[in-house]
């Protein structure tokens, strides 16, 4: 029988493909409402699904756990920070050069934590494949597009912070459960930013529902395949699978807004296909 292991690259894969047809989707909504709102409305969407699902915790039965409830409140504002970061990143540069910057923070982490000559190789092939992705075409003369890029990195480095937290989260009693918590604080922290989502959803409900499919296919699928995810493996690994988020998102971004990818963005992607090999089989 396979280990659990063995299935991890296929869980990060459908994390991936869920989180950016998400983000596909959430560009669509910036026609509509500012970025940083669009943001706040996965989190409060994403929070709300998941307390509907662990509807037992809204009773607050049995003792508060304060330790792992200050946990679920670092991790919500780190996941929040991270999301408003990305929002921002890809209303002004490419989804997949967004990612492929935000990946420079689980990079660092993986060089932080990794053993062994594969992860050291791997880290210097998704090291050159960011950097072919990232910057083919990025023209930082232009005041959005720093902006775009600046706020990429920000994500990246609070990334790496979620990576930290959500292996903290994943390795106590009720990780779901913590997950749920923190993306409620996460919605109530970054709440200044909702009134433009609050004042769409009261006109058209249609905005309601886009929002709702952000929550549940970029928040509540992806978040809660990570905690499973991170059980199995360490952060350096898990840091280098998904180098495969960059691929996935810029052929999302293909198929769903018609960003067309490069040839040094083509060899970026091959380049951490390789390192996501070499990852999965130092362990």
Request: glycine share 10%; proline share 5%.
């Amino acid at each position: 029988m396979a280990s659990p292991k063995a299935f991890a690259p296929a869980l990060v894969i459908f994390s991936g493909v869920t989180q950016y047809v998400g983000a596909g989707i959430a560009v669509g909504l910036f026609t509509l409402l500012p970025p940083l709102s669009v943001a706040w409305g996965r989190i409060a969407c994403g929070a709300l699904a998941l307390l509907l699902w662990r509807r037992h915790l809204l009773r607050r039965e049995g003792k508060i756990d304060w330790r792992a409830m200050g946990h679920a409140a670092a991790f919500g504002v780190v996941l929040g920070g991270m999301n408003l970061c990305f929002y921002m990143a890809i209303s002004h540069i490419p989804l997949g050069t967004a990612v492929s910057l935000e990946y420079v923070g689980p990079v660092v982490l993986a060089a932080l934590t990794g053993r062994g000559w594969r992860v050291r190789l791997g880290l210097i092939l998704a090291g050159a494949g960011v950097l072919l992705i990232s910057w083919v075409g990025v023209d930082l003369s232009a005041p959005t597009v720093a902006l775009g890029v600046g706020m990429a990195v920000a994500a990246g480095a609070l990334w790496a912070g979620y990576i930290v937290l959500g292996r903290r989260l994943a390795s106590g009693a009720n990780p779901v459960d913590s997950l749920a918590w923190g993306t409620a604080l996460a919605a109530l922290v970054y709440a200044p930013v909702s009134l433009p989502v609050l004042r769409a959803v009261i006109h058209d409900w249609h905005i309601l529902f886009l929002l709702l499919s952000v929550g549940v296919l970029s928040s509540v699928i992806p978040y809660a395949v990570d905690q499973v995810v991170m059980r199995l493996l360490t952060s350096a690994a898990f840091a280098l699978l998904s180098s495969l988020f960059p691929a996935t998102s810029l052929l999302l971004g293909i198929l769903m807004l018609h960003q067309i990818p490069n040839i040094a963005e083509v060899a970026g992607l091959i380049a951490i296909s390789f390192a996501v090999l070499l990852a999965t089989t130092s362990e």
